[in-house]
Nanobody
Framework: QVHLVESGGGLVQTGGSVRLSCAASGLFFSNNAFAWFRRVPGKEREFVSAVTWYSDTYYSDSVKGRFTVSRDNAKNTVYLQMNNLKPEDTAMYYC?????????????????????WGQGTQVTVSS
């Protein structure tokens, strides 16, 4: 059984930093792509960032230059380093995993491409 467990969220001030972690089990970690999505109440889940199985990375325009996604295959963990946080980054952040073997943001940004999901971790940025 596949499990994705996010951690690292919390309350942070504008301009601050947070690092999210996504620990995966029950799947062949190195063969999967992973993505971070976020959702605020009343809105659909939106793409934030993705890392391919070969460690290429993709970002939404709203976080590019501020967030960095990475993976550690030895630890079966994906990270999202979030810097220069803004109040509009406040959301529940979810980790997704999927067997994607393609290239381009259009391949990695759709939510439907990810088969497995964690329960999410809340990030709140105070102004």
């Amino acid at each position: 059984q596949v499990h994705l467990v996010e951690s690292g969220g919390g309350l942070v001030q504008t301009g601050g930093s947070v690092r999210l972690s996504c620990a995966a089990s029950g799947l062949f970690f190195s063969n999967n792509a992973f993505a971070w999505f976020r959702r605020v109440p009343g809105k659909e889940r939106e793409f934030v960032s993705a890392v391919t199985w070969y460690s290429d990375t993709y970002y939404s325009d709203s976080v590019k230059g501020r967030f960095t996604v990475s993976r550690d295959n030895a630890k079966n963990t994906v990270y999202l380093q979030m810097n220069n946080l803004k109040p509009e980054d406040t959301a529940m952040y979810y980790c997704g995993a999927g067997s994607l073997y393609c290239s381009g943001l259009g391949c990695y940004s759709p939510e439907t491409e990810y088969k497995y999901w964690g329960q999410g971790t809340q990030v709140t940025v105070s102004s």
